[in-house]
């Protein structure tokens, strides 16, 4: 039975994901507490424009709280005011590549500030909290599709790590607190407003200005390359659908209101693929320069959503041959190029 909750935090909110995801709930009558750092991860110009794009379509549906949910006390005293009926956690440190560099950023956001967003959802009885995780929970796993029941115990980078640490956290706080949860392994999400550390934004970039792109392992990966719309839908529909709780707390008997769902394009596409469709989009050949796999890197991904389309309809639509012209379409008035 699908439930429309009225207002939802969404954490993340000046991010591609919440931003989008953000626009979509408020367009369907809903109203959205947001929250955000704002950090300088990548031009903190973007993420504001974002905001001010839900600014000028919602303000009367759109309240916006510039703070770290991994501050617990700034956390708590923020939202004293404000009521809401759902969350949806999607704030995270991002990126497999920056968490070789900077471990820290990862251990307090992605570690300590699910813990206070957890804690967030426990006190407050919230009837369903949907939280980011990530296909890189996977590893090096070589078995294809990945399948939310494949093994998760051999992450490949830190970022892998703190994100399958949350959804034994999840775990724990559903048996324990019956908090009911929804935890979502995302598949590579491009498209308009995408993050700049992203890989069609980089490659769009410098196609556009003419210059070498790096294409990593010598161009033998494969994505399950996911449009934003496709996603956000994806969102939504579970977070109308908590997860059924049995009410029973003994350990192996129960139905904990807790689910785990791949989200992705059920599709596979070859790097070159994507690359090609690029520069057909570009109108212009990209300068290739073939480099070796980078640490904490994989191969493949590819998302077997058979459980999130029994369970909600979920059926993305949008194939890469759609989704990377809309986003170079995109990139250029954004940018003047």
Not at 82 to 98: S, T, W
């Amino acid at each position: 039975m699908a439930t429309r909750f009225p207002a939802v935090l969404v954490t993340g909110a000046a991010g591609f994901i919440g931003a989008a995801l953000s626009d979509r709930l408020m367009a369907r009558g809903q109203r959205v507490i947001g929250i955000d750092n704002l950090n300088d991860y990548y031009p903190v110009q973007l993420k504001r424009d974002r905001l001010a794009q839900l600014d000028e379509r919602f303000g009367d549906k759109f309240t916006f709280l510039e703070l770290d949910f991994a501050d617990n006390a700034a956390l708590y005293r923020a939202l004293a005011g404000y009521e809401f009926d759902a969350i949806v956690h999607l704030g995270a440190q991002a990126g497999v590549r920056y968490s070789l560099e900077n471990p820290h950023a990862y251990v307090r956001s992605n570690l300590a500030g699910h813990v206070n967003m957890l804690e967030l959802g426990r006190a407050r009885q919230t009837p369903h909290l949907v939280y980011a995780s990530s296909s890189s929970v996977y590893g090096g796993n070589e078995k294809l599709p990945f399948a939310v029941e494949d093994r998760t115990d051999h992450p490949v980078s830190l970022y892998a790590a703190t994100k399958r640490a949350d959804e034994l956290m999840s775990e724990t706080y559903a048996h324990l607190f019956r908090l009911p949860q929804t935890g979502l392994r995302f598949f590579t999400v491009y498209g308009p407003w995408g993050r700049p550390d992203m890989a069609l934004w980089m490659f769009t970039e410098k196609v556009l200005a003419g210059k070498p792109i790096s294409v990593f392992n010598n161009g033998q990966m494969q994505r399950d390359f996911t449009y934003i719309d496709d996603i956000v839908a994806g969102v939504i529909a579970c977070l109308d659908r908590p997860p059924a709780d049995d009410g029973l707390v003994k350990p192996g008997g129960s139905t904990k209101p807790h689910a785990v769902y791949n989200i992705g394009n059920n599709r596979s596409e070859k790097l070159m693929r994507m690359i090609e469709v690029l520069e057909q989009a570009c109108g212009r050949k990209a300068e290739l320069q073939m480099l070796p796999m980078q640490p904490g890197d994989v191969p493949a991904t590819y998302a077997d959503i058979s459980a999130i389309s029994r369970d909600t309809g979920y059926a993305p639509t949008t194939p890469i041959d759609v989704g990377v012209p809309r986003f170079v379409e995109w990139y250029r008035a954004y940018t003047g190029t």
